[in-house]
T-cell receptor, first 113, second 113 residues
Protein backbone atom coordinates (compact mmCIF):
# COMPACT_ATOMS: atom_id res chain seq x y z
CA UNK A 1 0.00 0.00 0.00
CA UNK A 2 1.59 3.29 -1.08
CA UNK A 3 2.25 5.97 1.53
CA UNK A 4 0.19 9.06 0.92
CA UNK A 5 -0.01 12.23 2.92
CA UNK A 6 -2.43 15.08 2.44
CA UNK A 7 -2.10 18.64 3.63
CA UNK A 8 -3.64 20.40 5.33
CA UNK A 9 -5.60 17.94 7.41
CA UNK A 10 -8.24 20.59 8.04
CA UNK A 11 -8.84 23.80 6.11
CA UNK A 12 -11.36 26.42 7.14
CA UNK A 13 -12.10 29.13 4.61
CA UNK A 14 -14.60 31.83 3.83
CA UNK A 15 -17.00 31.43 0.94
CA UNK A 16 -15.50 32.82 -2.25
CA UNK A 17 -11.91 32.19 -1.23
CA UNK A 18 -9.48 29.97 -3.10
CA UNK A 19 -8.13 26.84 -1.50
CA UNK A 20 -5.35 24.48 -2.54
CA UNK A 21 -5.30 20.95 -1.25
CA UNK A 22 -2.12 18.92 -1.55
CA UNK A 23 -1.28 15.25 -1.83
CA UNK A 24 2.38 14.52 -1.03
CA UNK A 25 4.73 12.86 -1.71
CA UNK A 26 3.79 10.84 -4.71
CA UNK A 27 6.21 8.97 -6.89
CA UNK A 28 5.96 6.32 -9.56
CA UNK A 29 2.20 6.62 -9.78
CA UNK A 30 0.76 6.62 -13.24
CA UNK A 31 -2.85 6.76 -12.11
CA UNK A 32 -4.11 9.24 -9.59
CA UNK A 33 -7.60 10.18 -8.40
CA UNK A 34 -9.37 12.81 -6.35
CA UNK A 35 -12.62 12.03 -4.55
CA UNK A 36 -14.76 13.91 -2.10
CA UNK A 37 -17.21 12.87 0.60
CA UNK A 38 -19.78 15.26 1.95
CA UNK A 39 -20.60 14.43 5.56
CA UNK A 40 -22.98 11.48 5.72
CA UNK A 41 -22.96 10.94 1.96
CA UNK A 42 -21.28 8.76 -0.64
CA UNK A 43 -17.70 9.01 -1.74
CA UNK A 44 -17.82 10.76 -5.13
CA UNK A 45 -15.27 10.77 -7.92
CA UNK A 46 -13.94 14.16 -8.98
CA UNK A 47 -11.08 13.73 -11.41
CA UNK A 48 -8.39 11.30 -12.52
CA UNK A 49 -4.85 11.82 -13.76
CA UNK A 50 -2.96 9.52 -16.06
CA UNK A 51 0.55 10.31 -17.20
CA UNK A 52 0.29 13.89 -15.91
CA UNK A 53 -2.89 14.67 -17.77
CA UNK A 54 -6.53 14.74 -16.76
CA UNK A 55 -7.97 11.41 -17.84
CA UNK A 56 -11.55 11.66 -16.66
CA UNK A 57 -13.61 14.14 -14.70
CA UNK A 58 -17.08 14.09 -13.20
CA UNK A 59 -19.81 16.68 -13.53
CA UNK A 60 -18.85 17.89 -10.07
CA UNK A 61 -15.43 18.93 -11.42
CA UNK A 62 -16.53 22.19 -13.01
CA UNK A 63 -14.53 25.29 -13.96
CA UNK A 64 -14.01 26.15 -10.30
CA UNK A 65 -11.79 23.09 -9.88
CA UNK A 66 -8.34 22.43 -11.26
CA UNK A 67 -5.61 19.87 -10.67
CA UNK A 68 -1.88 20.18 -11.16
CA UNK A 69 1.32 18.32 -10.57
CA UNK A 70 3.49 21.39 -10.04
CA UNK A 71 6.83 19.74 -9.29
CA UNK A 72 6.57 16.26 -10.70
CA UNK A 73 5.66 14.60 -7.45
CA UNK A 74 3.02 16.53 -5.48
CA UNK A 75 -0.55 16.72 -6.71
CA UNK A 76 -2.75 19.71 -5.95
CA UNK A 77 -6.48 20.26 -6.15
CA UNK A 78 -7.50 23.91 -6.37
CA UNK A 79 -10.96 25.31 -5.81
CA UNK A 80 -11.00 28.86 -7.12
CA UNK A 81 -14.05 30.33 -5.40
CA UNK A 82 -15.35 28.07 -2.67
CA UNK A 83 -19.03 27.59 -2.01
CA UNK A 84 -20.75 26.36 1.12
CA UNK A 85 -21.53 23.07 -0.64
CA UNK A 86 -17.82 22.44 -1.21
CA UNK A 87 -17.53 21.57 2.48
CA UNK A 88 -16.45 17.93 2.48
CA UNK A 89 -13.58 15.52 3.00
CA UNK A 90 -11.31 15.46 -0.03
CA UNK A 91 -9.28 12.32 -0.65
CA UNK A 92 -6.48 11.66 -3.06
CA UNK A 93 -6.12 8.08 -4.20
CA UNK A 94 -3.10 6.94 -6.13
CA UNK A 95 -2.69 3.47 -7.46
CA UNK A 96 0.72 2.40 -8.50
CA UNK A 97 -0.01 -0.57 -10.67
CA UNK A 98 -2.97 0.34 -12.80
CA UNK A 99 -6.41 1.95 -12.75
CA UNK A 100 -7.82 -0.36 -10.09
CA UNK A 101 -6.92 -0.92 -6.44
CA UNK A 102 -6.97 2.68 -5.33
CA UNK A 103 -5.58 3.50 -1.92
CA UNK A 104 -6.97 6.56 -0.23
CA UNK A 105 -4.93 9.20 1.52
CA UNK A 106 -5.96 10.39 4.98
CA UNK A 107 -7.98 13.26 3.51
CA UNK A 108 -8.38 16.99 3.96
CA UNK A 109 -11.46 18.24 5.73
CA UNK A 110 -12.59 21.45 4.02
CA UNK A 111 -15.01 23.68 5.87
CA UNK A 112 -16.46 26.64 3.97
CA UNK A 113 -18.11 29.29 6.14
CA UNK B 1 -26.99 6.60 -14.14
CA UNK B 2 -24.57 4.06 -12.72
CA UNK B 3 -25.63 3.10 -9.22
CA UNK B 4 -24.31 1.04 -6.34
CA UNK B 5 -26.80 0.20 -3.64
CA UNK B 6 -26.19 -0.93 -0.09
CA UNK B 7 -28.40 -1.34 2.93
CA UNK B 8 -27.36 1.52 5.21
CA UNK B 9 -27.89 -0.54 8.35
CA UNK B 10 -26.93 -0.45 11.08
CA UNK B 11 -26.16 -4.14 11.01
CA UNK B 12 -25.57 -5.41 14.50
CA UNK B 13 -23.89 -8.76 15.17
CA UNK B 14 -22.46 -10.33 18.33
CA UNK B 15 -18.74 -10.82 18.69
CA UNK B 16 -17.61 -14.03 17.03
CA UNK B 17 -20.51 -14.18 14.59
CA UNK B 18 -20.45 -13.89 10.81
CA UNK B 19 -21.34 -10.48 9.42
CA UNK B 20 -22.81 -10.46 5.92
CA UNK B 21 -22.76 -7.25 3.91
CA UNK B 22 -24.47 -6.96 0.56
CA UNK B 23 -24.23 -4.70 -2.47
CA UNK B 24 -25.97 -4.50 -5.83
CA UNK B 25 -24.88 -2.55 -8.87
CA UNK B 26 -26.69 -1.31 -11.93
CA UNK B 27 -24.13 -1.54 -14.73
CA UNK B 28 -24.01 -5.08 -16.09
CA UNK B 29 -20.68 -4.42 -17.80
CA UNK B 30 -18.85 -3.70 -14.55
CA UNK B 31 -15.58 -5.56 -14.28
CA UNK B 32 -14.04 -4.92 -10.88
CA UNK B 33 -15.46 -4.67 -7.40
CA UNK B 34 -14.06 -3.41 -4.14
CA UNK B 35 -14.80 -3.38 -0.46
CA UNK B 36 -13.52 -0.54 1.69
CA UNK B 37 -13.77 -0.10 5.43
CA UNK B 38 -14.22 3.40 6.81
CA UNK B 39 -13.95 4.28 10.46
CA UNK B 40 -15.72 7.45 11.54
CA UNK B 41 -13.76 10.52 10.48
CA UNK B 42 -11.16 8.45 8.60
CA UNK B 43 -10.47 7.69 4.98
CA UNK B 44 -11.66 4.52 3.23
CA UNK B 45 -9.29 1.58 3.66
CA UNK B 46 -9.18 -1.05 0.91
CA UNK B 47 -10.04 -4.49 2.28
CA UNK B 48 -10.58 -6.62 -0.80
CA UNK B 49 -11.12 -6.53 -4.52
CA UNK B 50 -12.65 -9.15 -6.75
CA UNK B 51 -12.89 -9.49 -10.51
CA UNK B 52 -14.24 -13.00 -11.19
CA UNK B 53 -17.46 -14.74 -10.28
CA UNK B 54 -17.22 -16.80 -7.14
CA UNK B 55 -15.54 -16.38 -3.80
CA UNK B 56 -12.27 -14.78 -2.81
CA UNK B 57 -10.96 -15.28 0.69
CA UNK B 58 -8.43 -13.20 2.62
CA UNK B 59 -8.10 -14.05 6.29
CA UNK B 60 -11.44 -13.50 7.99
CA UNK B 61 -12.87 -11.78 4.93
CA UNK B 62 -14.58 -13.41 1.96
CA UNK B 63 -15.83 -11.48 -1.03
CA UNK B 64 -18.48 -13.10 -3.22
CA UNK B 65 -19.36 -11.96 -6.71
CA UNK B 66 -22.32 -12.95 -8.87
CA UNK B 67 -22.25 -10.98 -12.10
CA UNK B 68 -25.45 -12.54 -13.43
CA UNK B 69 -27.34 -11.20 -10.42
CA UNK B 70 -25.21 -8.01 -10.27
CA UNK B 71 -24.52 -8.73 -6.65
CA UNK B 72 -21.39 -8.61 -4.52
CA UNK B 73 -21.11 -9.42 -0.85
CA UNK B 74 -18.58 -9.38 1.95
CA UNK B 75 -18.54 -11.93 4.75
CA UNK B 76 -16.61 -11.24 7.92
CA UNK B 77 -16.02 -14.35 10.00
CA UNK B 78 -15.36 -14.25 13.75
CA UNK B 79 -16.42 -10.60 13.90
CA UNK B 80 -14.56 -8.45 16.39
CA UNK B 81 -15.57 -5.14 18.01
CA UNK B 82 -12.72 -3.57 16.02
CA UNK B 83 -14.60 -4.48 12.84
CA UNK B 84 -17.26 -1.94 13.79
CA UNK B 85 -17.15 0.56 10.94
CA UNK B 86 -18.93 1.55 7.77
CA UNK B 87 -18.26 -0.80 4.86
CA UNK B 88 -18.27 0.75 1.42
CA UNK B 89 -18.89 -1.21 -1.74
CA UNK B 90 -17.29 0.29 -4.86
CA UNK B 91 -17.55 -0.70 -8.50
CA UNK B 92 -15.55 0.19 -11.56
CA UNK B 93 -18.12 0.13 -14.36
CA UNK B 94 -15.72 1.39 -16.99
CA UNK B 95 -12.72 -0.88 -17.23
CA UNK B 96 -9.57 -0.24 -19.20
CA UNK B 97 -7.64 2.84 -18.17
CA UNK B 98 -10.72 4.56 -16.76
CA UNK B 99 -10.64 3.51 -13.15
CA UNK B 100 -12.89 5.94 -11.36
CA UNK B 101 -15.03 4.11 -8.85
CA UNK B 102 -18.71 4.37 -8.09
CA UNK B 103 -19.38 4.00 -4.37
CA UNK B 104 -22.38 2.88 -2.42
CA UNK B 105 -23.43 4.83 0.62
CA UNK B 106 -22.07 2.16 2.91
CA UNK B 107 -23.39 -0.22 5.54
CA UNK B 108 -22.68 0.57 9.14
CA UNK B 109 -21.61 -2.53 11.06
CA UNK B 110 -21.71 -2.75 14.82
CA UNK B 111 -20.08 -5.75 16.54
CA UNK B 112 -21.26 -6.11 20.12
CA UNK B 113 -18.87 -7.63 22.70
Amino acid sequence: EPEVTQTPSHQVTQMGQEVILRCVPISNHLYFYWYRQILGQKVEFLVSFYNNEISEKSEIFDDQFSVERPDGSNFTLKIRSTKLEDSAMYFCAPNPGGPDTQYFGPGTRLTVL
Amino acid sequence: QKEVEQNSGPLSVPEGAIASLNCTYSDRGSQSFFWYRQYSGKSPELIMFIYSNGDKEDGRFTAQLNKASQYVSLLIRDSQPSDSATYLCAVNPYGGSQGNLIFGKGTKLSVKP
